[in-house]
């Protein structure tokens, strides 16, 4: 029987495939805390990574953003060959890992200002088998602002993904914010229909806003969404993705609460607290709020040696 994630050692993850992995998360409860993290930029200690603190306070998972799989770069760990980093940040810290790929749509109507990405962090078949080899256990397909990532093009590239890499990657896909796109913002940034498509493309993860983090967003309408993700046997993750992981401690236990509410897997929490992460305290805080000190303080002090 597989353990829950909360129990998990790093010998045990070692030993995970990718449905023991969702196993491992489904049964606890949703009490996983995901935090994204970008290693392009000065570590928040200068000479450790930031996926290391963020370890250090209690993050379950990591998710690199920012991360371009043809030229890779994390500071803050020890130097070792570009293929080899994903490895390194998972042998450092014992935790599963993915990456950040962005579907972006040039077609469609935008709003505010677009930036160009490089091609290593556009979602394709090729960036997606690039970041397995290199050692990634999961990839979402979503969009940073002002990327223009719409949901029709995470569809039609989640769907391509699957068919090659589907029984060996886990697969999440949603949107946290609008990501640059005119005609998907607020209530509209995914819908039961979009949830559909994206389950019928390949997705064993939802990924969705926290509520209080976009205009309209409630909790209500999360658990909605939550609960049909549910009815169709996948995982969802509520995402802070708005810059409020650098809030106050009072507003990330009330998202943290709210997201627990609704009924929600996975909670993430994204890279924009300090440069490149989120504030410490509040990965912390937000991992009391859904799990207690004593899941939190065991996350934190459990030796990736185990």
């Known amino acids: 029987m597989t353990k829950r994630l909360l129990d998990c050692n790093t010998s045990d993850i070692l030993n995970m495939g990718k449905t023991q992995i969702l196993e491992a998360i489904a049964a606890s409860e949703g009490r ?9 930029f000065q570590p928040v200690l200068f000479n450790l990574s930031n996926a290391e603190l963020a370890c250090a306070f209690g993050s379950d998972m990591l998710l690199l953003n920012f991360f371009d799989v043809y030229n890779p770069v994390f500071n ?10 994903i490895k390194e940040i998972k042998r450092l ?7 950040n790929l962005e579907p972006v749509d040039v077609s ?6 677009i930036n160009d990405i490089s091609i290593g962090r556009k979602a394709t078949v090729e960036t997606a088998l690039k970041a397995y080899e290199m050692g990634a256990d999961f990839i ?7 990327t223009g990532v719409s949901n029709k093009e995470i569809i039609s590239t989640l769907k391509a993904i699957n068919n090659s890499l589907g029984d060996k990657l886990i697969l999440a896909a949603g949107k946290m914010h609008a990501a640059g796109s005119l005609n998907e913002a607020g209530e509209n940034i995914v819908t039961k229909a979009d949830i559909t498509e994206f389950i019928n493309a390949g997705a064993d993860i939802i990924l969705l806003p926290a509520p209080g983090t976009v205009p309209g967003i409630t909790m209500e309408y999360v658990k909605e969404l939550v609960s049909f993700i549910h009815s169709q046997g996948k995982l969802a993750i509520t995402a802070i993705g708005t810059s409020q992981e650098g809030a106050d401690s009072q507003t990330i236990k009330q998202i943290a609460l709210m997201c627990k509410m609704t009924g929600t897997d996975l909670h993430h929490l994204g890279d924009a607290g300090y440069t490149g992460i989120a504030i410490p305290e509040n990965i912390m805080d937000y991992s009391v709020a859904i799990k207690g000190k004593r899941h939190t303080y065991t996350r934190m002090a459990r030796s990736v040696n185990r």
């Open 93 to 99: 810290t014992g935790r599963i890992v993915g990456i």
């Open 140 to 146: 979402l397909l979503t969009g940073n602002p002002g």
């Open 108 to 113: 469609q109507e935008t709003i505010g200002e």
């Open 32 to 40: 996983v805390v995901v935090t994204e993290i970008i290693g392009a």
């Open 76 to 85: 803050g760990i020890p130097k070792v060959l570009k293929e080899n980093i």
